[in-house]
Nanobody
Framework: QVQLVESGGGLVQTGGSLRLSCAAS????????MAWFRQAPGKEREFVAG????????RYGDSVRGRFTISRDNAKNTMYLQMNSLKPEDTAVYYC????????????????WGQGTQVTVSS
């Protein structure tokens, strides 16, 4: 079993920055990839970014590439999402996910999910 706890969401103005954190625990989480997804009201859950815990390999969704950076801290068992140049369309609940061997862009590939953290970007 893997437990995931997100933090760091909030309200920010357009062009601002936020950093999300996802603290992971459990016996085997380091064997998996981890990812960030987001879901806005009335929309499907969208892949934001993913990282392979073992070597740090990353991938990004097209809408955030160049603005967001995913990283992980092995010593702290924590994954981060640095979000810069935020736009109103980035407003969503952001979820941390794990439980797949590769950072898939498909939400259905992930077995474990956090509770989500709200990010709101005002115009």
């Amino acid at each position: 079993q893997v437990q995931l706890v997100e933090s760091g969401g909030g309200l920010v103005q357009t062009g601002g920055s936020l950093r999300l954190s996802c603290a992971a625990s459990g016996r085997t989480f380091s064997s998996y990839a981890m990812a960030w997804f987001r879901q806005a009201p009335g929309k499907e859950r969208e892949f934001v970014a993913g990282v392979l815990w073992s070597d740090g390999s990353t991938r990004y969704g097209d809408s955030v590439r160049g603005r967001f950076t995913i990283s992980r801290d092995n010593a702290k068992n924590t994954m981060y999402l640095q979000m810069n140049s935020l736009k109103p369309e980035d407003t969503a609940v952001y979820y941390c996910a794990s439980g797949t061997p590769w950072p898939s862009s498909l939400a259905s590939a992930y077995r474990y999910w956090g509770q989500g953290t709200q990010v709101t970007v005002s115009s």
